[in-house]
């Protein structure tokens, strides 16, 4: 972390922040010019408060050097983070498809899409027991009960079951969820986050509706923090000014993030745009961007689904998006398994 100390300061006041500055257990190197004084501190500024430190009235600017992310930063950890679920591989060249509803609905509905899906390829299941929804009048989802629904797809079928979690009172229930999944609207719920690092099932953070890619990367650190170092990233759109879309599927966050972190990193094309029809585009798009699989929507009757059916494809759809992205993956150095 560099300071530009004003050049108006007295020798005391740069004094007393040097003192202040070796308590947080930094060392500083300090270089004085004729019109300004640099401060080059060295250690773990992860703890410093880089806010506190532009505040004060002899500090002209401040620079981190280090991100302030450390367990999820490939600076530290260059290998990609692969994890092995339910006999599958997630992260390094293996690309993973999980489908599904967005909410579980009925027992008839679950299974029929998951032996739909695992029949189009798709290794792992989605869908929804807690739903976020905008109004509370909406469907709020079979909660506990659309778990254990959950649980009969898994046993009929095998796969591994995502599904997302709303509160830490809740992680009891979601002992039979293979991938526990912290929706957009909790990415910053950070006494969540916490509870999730004291687990050791796999989490899939999907990235909040407006926030940065630092933000996300700080809030896989609270998880990782704890102890629990089995993150799936998810990319799902963000909020801009266009309208034309339910949100905006940011496709540069994707490569980028591959640099910044040695977790895995997938995409949610379906609540990115919330257009059924864009789906397909958008998945082709994110594999060729290097994405490590994809989380797709996925429902027999979209028309009538009790939730976000506007952008879910359908089976027969599905198939046929998985045959094509299947063909594109040589090209981008993946491999299924
Ligand atoms: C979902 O996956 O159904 C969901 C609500 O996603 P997000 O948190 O990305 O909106
Ligand atoms: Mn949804």
Redesign the pocket.
């Known amino acids: 972390m560099i300071l530009i100390i004003k050049s108006s300061s007295e020798k005391k006041q740069i004094n007393n922040l040097l003192n202040w500055i070796e308590r947080q257990g930094l060392k500083v190197h300090m270089s004085v010019g004729d019109n300004s004084t640099i401060l080059g501190l060295v250690g773990d500024t992860s703890i410093i408060d880089i806010d506190l430190l532009r505040s004060l009235d002899i500090v002209e600017s401040v620079k981190r050097i280090q991100e302030p992310y450390k367990k999820a930063n490939r600076k530290f950890h260059p290998e990609d983070t692969i994890l092995e679920i339910n006999g599958h591989k997630v992260g390094g060249k293996n690309f993973t498809y999980i489908a599904g509803p ?2 579980v609905e009925s027992e008839k509905q679950i299974i029929s899409i998951a032996k739909e899906v695992k029949e189009a390829g798709a290794h792992f299941l ?1 869908g ?1 027991a807690y ?2 929804r905008t109004s509370p009048y909406s469907f709020q989802g079979l909660r506990e009960s659309g778990i254990e629904l959950l649980s009969k797809a898994k046993k009929e079928t095998g796969m591994a079951i995502v599904t ?1 979690i709303m509160g830490a009172n809740d992680i009891d229930i979601f002992e039979d969820v293979d991938i526990i ?1 912290v ?4 990415m910053q719920n950070f006494e969540l986050l916490k509870a999730l690092g004291r687990t050791s099932k796999p989490i899939l953070l ?1 990235r909040g ?1 407006a926030n940065t890619i630092e933000e996300w990367l700080m809030s896989a650190e609270y998880i990782m923090s704890e102890g629990n170092e089995k993150i799936i990233l ?1 990319e ?2 963000i909020r801009t000014f266009e309208m034309y879309t339910r949100n905006t599927l940011d496709l540069s966050a994707i490569p980028l993030v591959k640099e910044l972190t040695h977790l895995p990193v997938i995409v ?1 094309p ?2 990115a745009s919330g257009l059924s029809r864009l789906v397909a585009p958008l998945s082709l798009a994110a594999t060729g961007v290097g994405a490590d699989g994809l ?1 797709v ?1 996925v429902h027999n009757d979209p028309t009538n689904a009790l ?2 059916g506007a952008q879910s494809i359908t089976p027969k759809q599905f198939s046929s998006l998985v045959e094509k992205i299947d063909i594109m993956l040589p090209i981008v150095n993946k491999i299924r398994n």
């Open positions: 967005c909410s989605r929804g739903k976020p997302e999944q929706g957009a609207r909790n999907k509706l998810c799902r759109g949610d379906s609540h989380i929507e939730c976000d």
